[in-house]
């Protein structure tokens, strides 16, 4: 590895952008190179599921190009970069043929969409919405269109449906689920979404899944396994993300469901760290803004010299539904209880998760009892004491 390799940070996303941010606040002036396999602008990405509604094409989402990116940090940053390889004993990395030399190596690539592979002449119509770029592309093929069949009720599925519907277009979901967000809510919170959604006009099948999408017309017909069929101008495809690991366990990093990273963010190889939705974070697989900003300060202050590990506090999640608004602290992973729920109207769901002892260990709240939480959050214990 020469002297003068660059600290090397893969991603331009607000995991990739975050990191150079808080580095540079330390540290004003060692080499820094980020690579990005898209164009490299900096968005916030939780805008893209609020943009029909506010009627924001891709650029007005743009909140700086590489170029005033690359200036304003002191760094270089190199689009349509996309990483092929990795070489942790050289410490180098591969962008096709041609080898980059990195000091310390930043893994912020992100989590890959989940493709369902609908067999069907319509394959073309099928949108998925991951990255600015992808968010430009739905906008140009929804131009002068009505009609959205959204595939996935979960978080991404229903915020743009509601987004959808309030840019004033026709939604169908389609999931295999009995209700929304099946993975985050328990059911009579989940069905508040789906009613306060249904209020707004969309339309569910729930309990089902499409098994075949076929062009019809300018648009698209979907055959559910129902028999049922749906029409519409395209599909969105929103069933779901996962971390991007590939690249790092061919390398031989240790992955699992992410790639797997201590409190310092350290991958098991020397001298590579990784954050934000790639990285398994001390156990935690978190797809969110919260901790990936957490471990981007902690990571700035190890990268400058000063070893930090991440701390968790209590992290709600706000999902866009503004339908049905929902605010939601998920148990952790194997906690035992149950839920008590209480519901006041058809989108008024207060859930609690209590354990054995009677303490509070997550919530879902939906409706006006999003305004409670606060108040509950407080009587969580934070992810790292
Ligand atoms: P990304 O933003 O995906 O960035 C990955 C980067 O890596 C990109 O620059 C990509 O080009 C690059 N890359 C990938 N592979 C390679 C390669 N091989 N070589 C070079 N570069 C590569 N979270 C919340 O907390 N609140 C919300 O309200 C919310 N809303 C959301 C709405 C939507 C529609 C979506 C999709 C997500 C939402 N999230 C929300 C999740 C949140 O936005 C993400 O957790 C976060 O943006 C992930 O950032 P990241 O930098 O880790 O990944």
């Known amino acids: 590895m020469p002297d ?4 090397v940070i893969i991603g331009t996303g607000l995991a990739g952008y975050t990191l150079a941010r808080e580095f540079r606040k330390l540290n004003k002036d060692a080499p820094v190179l980020m690579l990005t396999a898209d164009d490299g602008h900096s968005y916030s990405k939780p805008m893209l599921s609020t943009g029909f509604a506010k009627a924001k094409t891709a650029d007005q989402l743009s909140m700086a190009d590489p170029g005033k990116m690359a200036e304003q940090l002191n760094i270089d940053v190199r689009t349509f970069a996309t ?20 000091s310390k190596l930043v893994l912020a690539w992100g989590a890959d969409l989940i493709h369902l592979n609908i067999p069907g002449s319509g394959a073309g119509k099928v949108f998925a919405v991951n990255d600015l770029m992808d968010y430009r592309r739905i906008r140009d093929a929804l131009h002068d269109k009505k009609k959205v069949a959204i595939l996935g009720a979960g978080l991404i599925g229903c915020e743009f449906a509601n987004d959808l519907l309030q840019g004033g277009y026709h939604v169908e979901l389609i999931a295999p689920s009995d209700t929304a967000l099946p993975g985050m809510l328990p059911k009579a919170a989940g069905d508040a979404v789906v009613k306060g959604l249904q209020a707004q006009g969309a339309v569910f099948h729930l309990g089902q899944v499409a098994t075949a999408v076929e062009e019809a017309g300018d648009g698209v017909e979907l055959t559910l396994d129902n028999g049922v069929k ?16 590939t690249l790092a366990k061919h390398a031989g990093v240790q992955v ?3 790639i797997v990273v201590d409190r310092e963010m350290r991958t098991s ?3 590579i760290y990784a954050l934000g ?6 156990g935690h697989v978190l797809l969110y803004v919260l901790p990936l900003m957490a471990c981007a300060k902690a990571l700035a202050k190890s990268l400058a010299g000063e070893p930090t590990k991440v701390s968790y506090g209590v992290m709600p999640v706000v999902v866009k539904t503004p339908a049905c608004p929902v605010v939601v602290a998920p148990p952790p992973v ?9 519901q006041s109207g058809d989108c008024d769901v207060r859930a609690l998760f209590v354990n054995a002892d009677g303490a509070l260990e997550g919530f879902a709240l939906t409706g ?12 969580l214990d934070p992810i790292h004491n």
């Open 4 to 7: 003068t390799a660059p600290i």
């Open 269 to 271: 190889a020397a001298d």
């Open 83 to 102: 990483v092929t390889a990795l070489d942790p004993d050289g410490h180098r990395l591969f962008i096709g043929e041609e080898a980059v030399a990195y």
């Open 256 to 258: 699992n469901r992410g």
């Open 334 to 342: 194997g906690a035992e209880g149950e839920w008590r729920v209480e």
């Open 230 to 245: 749906v029409q519409a101008d395209i599909v969105l495809s929103a069933v779901g993300l996962r971390p991007r690991t």
């Open 277 to 282: 939705d790639c990285a398994e974070v001390d």
């Open 368 to 379: 006006s009892h999003v305004m409670e939480k606060q108040k509950l959050a407080q009587q």
